[in-house]
Every structure is written in structure tokens, then in C-alpha cells.
């Protein structure tokens, strides 16, 4: 295996975790992001809509089909970096508190490293 695919296999297990956490306990994410999911129904909306995309794109990105996966690992990089940049924002705004916003910060910047890694082979065969 390449550095690419264990980059790869990584950004998917994040995302699975991630998603399916989002997706079964809304309200957990929710207060881990320093927000009330019960005051705030929307926020479990949110976290809904969140996780069954983030879910849908960690199965792309284990997918057996070759072009499915290069999809995902295109799209994989700009997601990331909107989610690290939309991330920032919310703690410089003061939309979520600030730990949050450094730990939401953290994982997208590293969701960042891991789709560059795994894009790597793409960019090799371009």
C-alpha cells in the first residue's frame, strides 16, 4: 500500500466517526461544540445533515469503484478546506467558543493534510 491509501483509509475513518456521531448522537456533537442541542433544534438539524454527508463521502472514499474514489479524493480538498476555513471563522466571530473552534479547527486542518496526501496519486498521474 501507498502513503496515499493509509492517508486515504485515515480521512475515512474520520469521516465515518465523525459522521455517524453526528448522525446517531446530535446532541453529544452538538455540546462538544459548546452549543445547547436541546435549546437549539436546529443544531441537531445541522449535525444531521453533516453527518450523512460526511458519512456518504468516507464509503466514496473506500468505494472499490476506482472512479468513485478519485471523485472523492477531488472534492475531498476543497470540502476541507471550506470546513477549516468555515471552522476559524466561527471562533474568530465568536459563533462558537473558542476551544471548540480550535479543536473543529484541528481536526479539519489535519482532514485537510490527510485529503492532500491521499489526492497525491491523482496529482502523480496528472
Not at 24 to 39: M, N, W, Y
Not at 52 to 81: C, F, M, N, Q
Not at 91 to 112: D, E, F, H
Request: net charge positive; no cysteine.
Amino acid at each position: 500500500m501507498r502513503a496515499s491509501d493509509y492517508a486515504r483509509f485515515g480521512l475515512a475513518g474520520i469521516r465515518m466517526f465523525n459522521g455517524a456521531g453526528s448522525l446517531v448522537a446530535p446532541q453529544a456533537f452538538a455540546r462538544k461544540l459548546g452549543t445547547e442541542a436541546d435549546a437549539n433544534g436546529a443544531a441537531v438539524h445541522v449535525l444531521r445533515m453533516f453527518g450523512i454527508r460526511t458519512a456518504l463521502i468516507a464509503l466514496d472514499l473506500l468505494s472499490r469503484d476506482p472512479a468513485v474514489r478519485r471523485h472523492a479524493l477531488r472534492v475531498a480538498l476543497l470540502i476541507h478546506v471550506s470546513d477549516t476555513i468555515s471552522a476559524a471563522r466561527a471562533g474568530l466571530s465568536g459563533q462558537l467558543p473558542r476551544r471548540s473552534a480550535v479543536v473543529a479547527t484541528g481536526i479539519s486542518s489535519v482532514n485537510v493534510a490527510l485529503a492532500w496526501i491521499a489526492a497525491s496519486e491523482l496529482r502523480e498521474r496528472s
